[in-house]
């Protein structure tokens, strides 16, 4: 099975011609009764072998932490008597990058690629937090927000341009995510750092910020999608990931603030998510993206299941709930192009030309 990626590289390369491509992608979609835009696809597994090399990679990564542990701990490069040390983070990133000069450079495996990425910017990040606190001493930070609002904001702005570098010498689509949470990072660490003791008393404020910049990371997303409305690059694999980070950014702060998260849902406010989760399913429809049913999933889950409480049925509120959503969702994916077709005829003209294409025919061009 080749990934749209592999047909990128291949005319990248000039082993297949830009038209050669476009055509095996329209056989394909031929072939699938469908159309590749649709299926929203995006490289994770092609063989065992991603999956043989993650466990291999993971396990050194362990172990590697582990010896960098053990060795920060005879220096005396703790944090307490028995936390953790920034040499184990230091040694995940310094060997994740060391992995991905040949997984990811040479070798091209998407999910190894994936966890050697997240392991080298989170290892970044827990490296340099870790050394502010050793530098500035644990007991400053006691009762401080704003000295811990200081670290977090400087360590996300490193691990930010960990992602960057990463991204310009690896390219691996998930990267951008990566780099767009350690903005988001920045942000957050740097209200904290000013609100100092009142983060506490100030929760929906914080959630607010989180809602705004799930939007701005929506907004980033919708960005490269709109470069790639065919979706034949990795510019489209790109705007997945982002997709995917903002739409609990975005879902989580919008159902906690309007009171639906603390567990007692009323039939109104049932029927609120309900709501809401019908607008999300034409949002998602009109920019082809599922991501935002599946963050929201959980929400109208226990919705559903509180009303059916409510009616009556509570021994089979559970039963009904999966029943009623899994019919829906499967319903939804059988007929998603038609649905989006009806939605998207909806919307102004100008807004459709930059939404991805309703009838995808493979557009030869070079890869990204």
């Known amino acids: 099975m080749y990934s749209n990626q592999d047909l990128d590289d291949a005319v990248a390369s000039g082993a297949l011609s830009a038209d050669a491509a476009a055509s095996l992608r329209n056989f394909f979609d031929q072939q699938h009764s469908s159309s590749a835009i649709d299926e929203e696809q995006f490289r994770l597994v092609t063989s065992f ?40 983070p230091a040694a995940i990133a310094a060997t994740a990058w060391g992995l991905a000069t040949f997984f990811t450079a040479k070798r091209r495996m998407a999910l190894p690629s994936i966890i050697l ?23 400053n930070l006691e009762n401080n927000q704003m000295l811990g609002g200081i670290i977090g904001a ?20 998930i990267t951008v995510a990566a780099g767009a949470a350690a ?22 404020l914080m959630l607010g910020f989180v809602l705004l910049l799930g939007i701005g990371v929506f907004l980033f ?35 906690t603030l309007l009171g639906l998260n ?22 998602a429809l009109a ?33 009904l709930t999966a029943l009623v959503i899994g019919s ?16 998207v005829n909806r919307l102004p003209g100008q807004l459709v030309t930059k939404l991805p294409h309703l009838d995808r025919v493979a557009i030869a061009q070079p890869a990204a």
């Open 328 to 343: 829906a969702l499967l319903m939804l994916s059988a007929y998603w192009h038609q649905a989006r077709r009806v939605v």
């Open 262 to 283: 603390d567990g007692n849902a009323t039939i109104g406010e049932g029927l609120v998510v309900i709501a809401l989760y019908v607008v999300l399913a034409i949002a």
């Open 183 to 204: 903005v988001a990072g920045i942000v957050m660490a740097l209200i904290v750092a000013t609100l100092g003791e009142r983060v506490e008393t100030m929760q929906d």
């Open 117 to 139: 990425l997240l392991a080298f910017v989170g290892g970044v990040l827990a490296t340099v937090g870790f050394g502010l606190v050793l530098a500035l001493g644990q007991g």
């Open 49 to 88: 072998n991603d999956i043989f090399v993650s466990i291999a990679s993971a396990i050194l990564l362990f172990a590697v932490g582990w010896i960098g542990q053990s060795i920060g701990q005879a220096l005396g490069l703790i944090i307490d008597q028995d936390g953790p040390s920034p040499l184990a």
């Open 154 to 173: 400087v360590a996300a702005a490193v691990a930010a341009a960990a992602a960057y570098i990463h991204w310009k010498r690896f390219h691996v689509p």
């Open 221 to 255: 997303a919708m960005r490269w999608d709109s470069s790639d409305p065919a979706r034949v690059t990795r510019r489209a694999d790109v705007a997945f990931w982002l997709h995917l980070l903002a739409a609990p950014m975005i879902v989580h702060p919008v159902f």
């Open 287 to 319: 920019i082809d993206r599922r991501a935002l049913l599946v963050s929201a999933l959980a929400y109208v889950l226990f919705a559903l299941t509180e009303l059916f409480k409510q009616i009556g049925a509570v021994e089979l509120s559970v039963a």
